[in-house]
């Protein structure tokens, strides 16, 4: 699948709007691939990195806001980091998913907000991630019901994965701050 189909609509207001949340000019990109080079999930998009980078600078928000990419980035900043113009791929990712979100555009990956739904919810209940949950249930809501049972025993007898929830952490400060993001959000409604 190509970037440049005959019927690509551009919308010049949409790269502005990238640069404006994500803090970088996009036009600093000029395409070397180091981001692609080195990101450690780019086998799985439907666009690289670079790719998405062209996609925004040229305008083309319906194909870059319906990529599997901008969900699929694991927003470990290997893109970033390589980045010699400092331009910020991963949180151009990150800005991209903001604008989908808000404008109510579906991921094409339909695990991925899953995974966080279920991340987001351990960490608000538990203060850390509870990995026993989090497996449990996202395999349970995706219905991969069985996907990880013949891994348990392992991790278990390595001390990987523990039974019961972590203890530690601020759970009511985090309780605070994920009260304080949904009003946040409310607001922006």
Not at 3 to 26: C, K, M, Y
Not at 80 to 94: E, H, L, N
């Amino acid at each position: 699948m190509g970037w440049l189909l005959p019927n690509t609509e551009v919308d010049l207001e949409f790269r502005r709007q990238v640069e404006a949340l994500s803090g970088h000019n996009i036009a600093d990109c000029y395409q070397c691939g180091k981001c692609t080079a080195g990101c450690p999930v780019a086998f799985a998009m439907d666009y690289p990195p670079n790719q998405i980078m062209r996609g925004v600078q040229l305008g083309m928000r319906d194909a870059v806001l319906s990529s599997g990419t901008i969900w699929l980035c694991a927003s470990c900043e290997t893109c970033s980091t390589r980045c010699p113009q400092d331009v910020d791929p991963a949180g151009v990712m990150d800005a991209l998913r903001q604008i989908a979100y808000a404008e109510g555009i579906k991921s094409p990956e339909q695990a991925v907000p899953l995974f966080h739904r279920i991340f987001l919810g351990s960490v608000r209940q538990f203060g850390r991630v509870y990995e026993l949950a989090l497996v449990g249930f996202y395999n349970v809501f995706s219905g991969h019901y069985l996907k990880d049972v013949t891994m348990a025993p392992k991790m278990l007898l390595k001390g990987k994965l523990n039974l019961l929830p972590p203890k530690g952490g601020d759970v009511g400060g985090l309780k605070k701050m994920f009260d304080a993001a949904r009003e946040l959000e409310a607001e922006r409604e």
